[in-house]
């Protein structure tokens, strides 16, 4: 079982609006509209790999309702806890005429105490059955950036293998639980070391120094040029396929997906790395966000080149 928190749902819009710009009036005839949030992305891919996945967090109103039928559509097994207000929506404008991709995102509603407890139960509950557990995205009003810490910890005392996917003190305050892996990008690093990296050395310097503070594993994605794996005793790069890219959101979703997917099935590190990496791909060749065709991901795994390479240079 690979359990997905999804603390802060969203409904996902999508326009496709060529030459956008801010302050111009756009007639869209067709938007895109589908369950998200960076958990939501992660179970649903999970689910078209065919993996068991369950879907923990919150929802309000009815776009939370929505986004709860639609996600439970996929197969996962959903537990949202019901709070007041409304889900949040986020729109993405597409604009391929710059090739440029602007998001407008929600705050979504706030987590009272008596919400929180009602989770803390359903997760103590369903995280004795999980081999994997996902923390992934932002979270909602009402939680500290110390929420993921918490909840690692306590998959940690069950050997569940944590992974977490998040920014800023969020990210830090993980870390310190010593999850099994993260998955930050290029961006995401930088602002935890403060430091812009212009060398794959800093990269993969860096990286160790994650694994140092009891991290095992560091996937780090680069977007074009490729994704980094570093654990204590290895570090593999794997470089970009040739692919038709549409739209990347939603990409590193399904890099986690695939990863997540490998580590429940037991594969060695190297090709989970590398269905995470095909996942990735895969999604870009979609409109929509967190969608992978499952035939392609097997031809982009064959097409994927990782390379062994070495930590000390």
């Keep these: 079982m690979i359990t997905v928190l999804s603390l802060s749902p969203a409904v996902d819009k999508i326009y496709m609006i060529d030459d956008f710009s801010a302050g111009g009036l756009y007639r869209v005839g067709n938007c895109l509209q589908s369950p998200g949030g960076k958990g939501i992305n992660v179970a649903r891919v999970a689910r078209m790999l065919e993996g068991d996945a369950a879907v923990l967090g919150f929802k309000a109103g009815g776009t939370g309702k929505w986004l709860e039928e639609s996600t439970a559509c996929t197969g996962a097994r959903t537990f949202f806890i019901e709070v007041e207000g409304q889900s949040r929506t986020n729109n993405n404008i597409i604009d391929k005429v710059n090739n440029v991709e602007t998001e407008i995102l929600e705050e979504g509603p706030e987590i009272s105490g008596d919400a929180w407890e009602a989770f803390w139960e359903v997760f103590c509950q369903e995280i004795t059955a999980s081999k994997v557990l996902v923390c992934s995205g932002g979270l909602p009003k009402g939680l500290g950036a110390?929420?993921?810490?918490?909840?690692?910890?306590?998959?940690?005392?069950?050997?569940?293998?944590?992974?977490?996917?998040?920014?800023?003190?969020?990210?830090?305050?993980?870390?310190?639980?010593?999850?099994?892996?993260?998955?930050?990008?290029?961006?995401?690093?930088?602002?935890?070391?403060?430091?812009?990296?212009?060398?794959?050395a800093q990269i993969l310097e860096a990286c160790k120094g994650i694994i140092n503070k009891g991290v095992k594993v560091v996937v780090t994605s680069m977007g074009a040029e490729g994704a980094l794996l570093v654990s204590e005793n290895t570090a593999y790069k794997a470089y970009p396929v040739d692919v038709n890219v549409i739209n990347t959101i939603g990409s590193g979703d399904s890099m986690v997906a695939g990863i997540s997917y490998g580590i429940a099935e037991g594969l060695p590190v190297k090709e989970c790395f590398r269905l995470g990496a095909a996942c990735a791909a895969s999604n870009t060749e979609f409109v929509e966000i967190g969608l992978i065709n499952t035939e392609r991901v097997n031809v982009l795994k064959r097409e994927l080149v990782i390379e062994e390479i070495n930590v000390c240079k």
């Design 146 to 200: 110390e929420t993921y810490s918490k909840l690692i910890k306590e998959a940690n005392k069950l050997g569940v293998k944590t992974i977490l996917d998040a920014s800023g003190e969020i990210l830090k305050q993980g870390i310190s639980a010593e999850p099994y892996l993260i998955k930050p990008n290029l961006r995401e690093l930088s602002e935890y070391f403060d430091m812009q990296f212009t060398t794959e």
